[in-house]
């Protein structure tokens, strides 16, 4: 346990980091997309369910495996575990998913700045046009827009933990509450908005069977950054006598509350643009809606105010979009810089310096996957498809392996640490939580079906997504 490691600065700058790292594209538009296809009010009333009654648990057990070891992922699994080769493997692999997970997201944001960088300079007409993300992702300005975005997350990353995470936190977070605010007041004037919000909104629980409850599980799960290895290590910056159980539920409670807000920010906006449209025809992916179906919804808006208007909008949508992004890369990223700077014994500098480079190369192969380089646009086959580098590591460690790292770490929690010290752990500086309804749910939730839960979401999505098969719907 070293004795000088970097902490957040108070409570406040843990809830806000940890809440910035939780509240990502995810929240933002995938959670409204998979509510509207998905029964409305029933999937927010599962998804809330799930928030409290699975996430939260496990939640708990992240962030107090990281502050009781004070390491980040496989160092806090080897500690816990005393050194068994097995569960160090398990920390491995709850080290390599945010280090994948950093690659595609950063390719990800990079493409938000370019869209930011190009409805400010008044080219939202050209966003528009639907052919254009195409030929967007393989333009050599991706270069530029690489190159900001990294000098911006390695300049917070460089700060450090209170004077760059938990200030960027603080400064980006604010601001997204803000912007998210004042769009969805707009949206809501105008025409049709309130069917977008009915059919966001009115409950339809005979669309809920088996394979909507795992959507909204899996959804909730990567919302909240579990599996991740975020929570364990942003845990072990976490000040030893806060209030920790009550942080995580503040945290979940505003990634919840972000979620439900988008909703009301994208169903409105695209009922105003097609008061007709079957939500069916919405595409699945984040990516396509974000890129090629808002800006046509954007544009629209010119209509009532004006070219400018309907520029400003979208740039303060794709601002909001972007600081939720880099707080997500930031909280992402330092996972294995933690790691490094930890069993290498660097300095900060010298192992995000490290980590730059090494994330950029993964990077721009990325970048190369979308028609550049054929070996590694047709990178793989499987589940019927051509997968791309970049498709690839988002099925396999953003999609797949997260309920995995919760389960290994319940498992952890239940088997070596064991359930005593976990509980005292989480009373240190809570003294409330102790004999409280909470305690003793998360007790019995942890030691029965939380973990039998996780392994089955993980299993159906290994069945489903490579070989074609579903066992729960
Ligand atoms: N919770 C984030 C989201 O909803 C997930 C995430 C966190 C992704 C950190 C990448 C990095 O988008």
Redesign the pocket.
């Known amino acids: 346990m070293s004795a000088n490691r970097e902490q957040f600065g108070s409570r406040l700058g843990f809830i806000l980091a940890a809440a910035g ?7 933002l538009v ?1 959670f409204p997309v998979a509510a509207a296809k998905n029964g409305g009010g029933a999937f927010l009333l599962i998804y809330a369910l799930f928030v409290v009654f699975i996430c939260l648990p496990v939640m708990l057990a992240e962030i107090s495996i990281g502050r009781h070891t004070q390491h980040a992922p496989m160092s806090a699994f080897r500690s816990l575990s005393s050194g068994h080769k097995g569960w160090t493997a398990g920390g491995f692999l709850a080290l390599l998913t945010p280090y994948m ?1 950093a690659v595609f ?1 950063t390719v990800i944001t990079i493409w938000l700045f370019g869209y930011l960088f190009e409805t400010l300079s008044g080219n939202l007409d050209k966003l528009a046009d639907p052919a254009y993300f195409g030929a967007f992702i393989n333009t050599n300005d991706i270069f530029w827009y690489l190159i900001a975005v990294n000098a911006i997350v390695y300049f917070i990353l460089f700060s450090g933990v209170k004077d760059g995470i938990e200030k960027g936190a603080k400064i980006m977070m604010p601001a997204l509450f803000v912007m998210l605010i004042l769009l969805v007041g707009f949206v809501l004037t105008l025409d049709n908005a309130f069917a977008g919000v009915r059919y966001y909104i009115v409950p339809d629980f005979s669309k809920i069977n088996a394979s909507v409850i795992n959507t909204a599980l899996s959804q909730a799960f ?4 579990l599996g ?1 290895g ?1 929570m364990i290590t942003y845990g072990s910056y976490m000040q030893r006598d806060d209030d920790l159980p009550g942080s995580a539920k503040f945290v979940a409670f505003t ?1 919840t509350a972000v979620a439900f807000c988008a909703g009301l920010l994208i169903m409105p906006a695209i009922f105003s643009f097609n008061p007709d449209i079957d939500t069916a025809e919405l595409s699945d992916s984040s990516v396509g809606l974000i890129f090629t179906f808002l800006p046509k919804i954007f544009l629209a808006l010119q209509a009532n105010i004006g070219y400018g208007g309907a520029s400003a909008v979208a740039s303060i949508f794709f601002l909001l979009v972007f600081f939720a992004a880099i707080t ?2 930031v ?2 990223t330092e996972v294995p810089n933690s790691a490094i700077m930890g069993s290498m014994k660097y300095s900060r500098k010298k192992s995000l310096s490290m980590l730059a480079v090494s994330v950029l190369v993964f990077s721009i192969l990325c970048i190369y996957s979308f028609g550049r380089a054929d070996w590694l646009t047709s990178f793989m086959s499987y589940g019927g498809a051509n997968k791309s580098f970049f498709d690839v590591i988002i099925d396999v460690f953003y999609d797949t392996v997260l309920p995995l790292n919760g389960l290994l770490s319940c498992l952890l929690v239940l088997f070596h640490w064991k359930r005593a010290n976990f509980h005292r752990e989480l009373e240190r500086g809570a003294p409330n939580y102790r004999h409280s309804f909470l305690e003793r749910y998360v007790d019995v939730s942890l030691t029965t079906f939380i973990p039998v839960i996780l392994l089955v979401i993980f299993l159906n999505t290994v069945a489903y997504k490579y070989f074609g098969v579903s066992f729960i719907g």
Do not use: T
């Not at 790292?21 to 929240?27: D, E, P």
């Open positions: 790292s939780a509240v990502g594209i995810g929240n995938g997970i997201y990567f919302s909240l950054s991740m975020i990634d997500s890369l909280s992402i």
